[in-house]
């Protein structure tokens, strides 16, 4: 086999990279889109050739105009089973800190792409996000805790953070 070959039959893996912000309540960030009727935390796709991190800085810039220095360290790696009719994933969430009102003033909501912004606890979510990223966004607050990076299976910690 080539070494062209082989790179074509390595398996390919979607990944996704988000940031979870927090209010001086804990409260996690929570991001309204327009376009699916669950909420997200501030992030999305890692397009070819872009790291998670980038990712991560990128998608805080279009959807809520928030610099990329704001993507702080990693909390959580998380592998996502197929589901949905959608493939095998990775999925980041770095840390984006603490966010004071003076920080939400600065918040410029993407045109078209999120409808709103809201501080809530995970148990608070749960109604309005996917199950996976509950059990993901429960695991990254822990890391902050422990000052510790979680690794995830499908939403679930599998290690003690």
């Not at 790291?51 to 909390?75: D, F, N, Q």
């Not at 999925?91 to 939400?104: E, I, K, N, P, R």
């Not at 045109?111 to 809201?118: L, Q």
């Amino acid at each position: 086999m080539s070494p062209a070959e082989y790179v074509a039959s390595l398996p390919r893996k979607r990944m996704a990279a988000g940031v979870v912000f927090r209010d001086r309540d804990g409260r996690v960030l929570w991001v309204e889109p327009t376009y699916k009727p669950n909420w997200e935390v501030p992030g999305g796709v890692v397009e070819a050739g872009e790291s998670p991190w980038e990712a991560a800085g990128r998608e805080l810039m279009e959807e809520l105009g928030l610099l990329a220095g704001r993507v702080g360290r990693l909390l959580v790696v998380d592998h996502v089973h197929p589901h949905d009719d959608r493939p095998e994933g990775m999925a980041f969430l770095f840390d984006g800190g603490v966010l004071v009102q003076a920080d939400m003033e600065g918040v410029n909501l993407a045109d078209g792409e999120i409808r709103s912004v809201r501080f809530m606890t995970v148990d608070e979510a749960r109604s309005r996000v996917k199950p996976v990223l509950a059990g993901r966004v429960a695991a990254a607050l822990d890391a902050v805790r422990m000052g510790s990076t979680a690794l995830c299976e499908h939403g679930v910690q599998i290690n003690g953070a």
